[in-house]
Nanobody, 123 residues
Framework: QVQLVESGGGLVQAGGSLRLSCAAS????????MGWYRQAPGQQRELVAV???????NYADSVKGRFTISRDNAKKTVSLQMNSLKPEDTAVYYC?????????????????WGQGTQVTVSS
């Protein structure tokens, strides 16, 4: 299994910045992609940003130019620098990892989630 622990959420005024971090641990053979999703009340969970092990990134259109994802493959961490925050960025942010897990019966690929961290942007 893979455990993801997030940190860095909080309350900030519009125009401010926050940095989210996530660390993975467990029986990990390889993390193939790591990133962030968010879910606002009454809405579906949506992609915010993701980075592959090779460094390819994908951002939601709504955050391009404001958010930057970074990753340390050796430390199994991913971070999200969020600048110029808007009230519509308010949501629970979830760390996500697509990983190959070591198991005694054979490695397998899985998708894992953190517990979520609240980001609230006041107007």
């Amino acid at each position: 299994q893979v455990q993801l622990v997030e940190s860095g959420g909080g309350l900030v005024q519009a125009g401010g910045s926050l940095r989210l971090s996530c660390a993975a641990s467990g029986s990990i053979f390889r993390i193939n992609a790591m990133g962030w999703y968010r879910q606002a009340p009454g809405q579906q969970r949506e992609l915010v940003a993701v980075m592959t092990s090779g460094g390819t990134t994908n951002y939601a259109d709504s955050v391009k130019g404001r958010f930057t994802i970074s990753r340390d493959n050796a430390k199994k961490t991913v971070s999200l620098q969020m600048n110029s925050l808007k009230p519509e960025d308010t949501a629970v942010y979830y760390c996500n990892a697509e990983a190959t897990v070591v198991a005694y019966y054979g490695n397998y690929d899985g998708r894992f989630w953190g517990q979520g961290t609240q980001v609230t942007v006041s107007s």
